[in-house]
């Protein structure tokens, strides 16, 4: 698999509203069912996986109300010769 590329954006604010249905003797909650997303744009999305662990990915389909950040030149480390 190849890593996916990533730019740095403006700080942006998100809210997940989640409903859990389990908490340990803890007191972890856990078997989060996500009820809204409030983010930049309409296009935000959460997911819990049932297998996650508690993780909860936020995802966008579009960059509207984003700000992308300049990148910084030479950031990417030194070029490696190829062998081949």
């Keep these: ?28 909650f856990s078997s989060f069912d996500v009820v809204s997303v ?9 997911v819990c996986p049932p297998q996650g662990g508690g993780s909860i990915y936020l995802k966008t389909q579009s960059l509207d109300n984003i700000e992308l950040m300049p990148e910084e030149a030479g950031k990417s480390g030194p070029v490696k010769t190829k062998l081949f």
């Design 38 to 46: 409030k983010g930049p744009n309409s296009s935000m999305k959460a």
């Design 1 to 28: 698999m190849k890593a996916t590329t990533k730019r740095s954006i403006a700080p942006v604010r998100l809210t997940v509203t989640v409903e859990a249905k389990r908490i340990n003797e803890n007191g972890t």
